[in-house]
């Protein structure tokens, strides 16, 4: 055991810190998409794992067309936001059940992706000017700076989210996802209000694929796969560990979609933990699922055994 333990470098993680913090605050954006369906519309919305690689792919071929990198991310983020409506429509005015629609949209956006990109993956490089972000930035001599323009994007989305959900169409999708039947009978139009939260929610994923893209340097139609389980552990971290000390808080609802990117931090740092103590990487997407199943359980564990504590 203390071979094995020697064998490990302290400074690999060290080293390892500044790429966790740039992927867990890109991958925050999709995760606060993630949490507008998950928690706020109280939607099973799976179209992510397609509309991450879209945004990727929309931005990749725009960039390679001679498109300035930051105004591609407008459009990375409209062709999430179409993918948003199509699932919000095959689910309202077809009737097929949330999940499954998400489920067509996604295997149906692996097609569009192949089309866009005209094969399985492009590049860019990450030599590329006026990337609005690169894996060369993370290890650069003025690296702070990279890092000072990302947390303002992250920032400047928590508040457009925040600022949203204040109007009348943002408590409508609240009033949606806490009881739908009472909203109806409120006189709000739910299936609008669905198909709205989807497109939002999306549009944030598609602007995520497409800023990641920027940042390894290419796009490839299986980059979004799995991704909801990140988005998930993203969330559900947050939650356990920032939920009671963003409650009560007068900026409480600001502070939970903030703490989302905190927790997507959290578990690219958790990821590196386990790659560096030499787990296998095949079983990386195992980790991933794990890491949301047990942060899932606690809550509920929590609250059944205070149960248990007041009964007694």
């Known amino acids: 055991m203390m071979a094995y333990f020697a064998t490990l470098d302290p400074m690999t993680l060290v080293r390892a810190l500044p790429g ?14 993630v949490y507008i369906t998950f928690r706020i519309l109280d939607f099973p919305d799976l179209t992510v794992d397609g509309t991450l690689a879209t945004g990727g792919a929309v931005a990749v071929m725009m960039i390679q067309g001679g498109m300035h990198p930051a105004l591609v991310l407008i459009f990375a983020t409209l062709a999430g936001m179409l993918a948003g409506i199509v699932t919000g429509l095959l689910h309202t005015a077809l009737g097929i059940p949330g999940i499954l629609a998400s489920i067509l949209t996604q295997i149906s956006l692996y097609s569009v992706n192949l089309g866009i990109m005209g094969k399985a993956n492009q590049s860019i490089g990450i030599g590329q000017k006026g990337l609005v972000a690169s894996l060369r930035f993370v290890s650069a001599d003025d690296s702070y700076l990279f890092f000072i323009k ?16 204040g109007t ?9 996802g806490c009881n739908e039947q009472m909203a109806r009978a409120q006189g709000i139009n739910t299936n609008f209000t669905k198909v709205i939260a989807l497109m939002i929610s999306n549009g944030l994923v598609g602007l995520c694929g497409g800023i990641y893209a920027q940042y390894q ?5 299986n980059s979004g796969r799995g991704a909801i389980v990140i988005g998930l552990a993203a969330v559900i971290i947050s939650e356990v560990i920032f939920g009671r000390l963003c409650a009560g808080r007068k900026l409480a609802f600001a ?19 386990v790659l560096w103590l030499k787990m296998p990487s095949d079983y990386m997407k195992l980790f991933s699922a794990i890491v949301v199943a047990i942060f899932l359980a606690i809550p509920y564990l929590k609250d059944k055994h205070s149960t248990k504590r007041r009964r007694a």
């Open 20 to 33: 966790n913090v740039a992927q867990g605050l890109i991958w925050g954006i999709m995760a606060l998409g």
């Open 150 to 165: 990302l947390i303002l994007i992250c920032l400047v989305l928590v508040a457009i989210v925040y600022w949203m959900f």
């Open 168 to 176: 009348e169409i943002g408590s409508a999708i609240r009033a949606t």
């Open 217 to 221: 340097g290419s796009a490839d139609v």
């Open 255 to 273: 502070y939970t979609l903030a703490a989302v990117f905190v927790g997507a931090i959290l578990y690219y740092i958790a990821y590196t933990l």
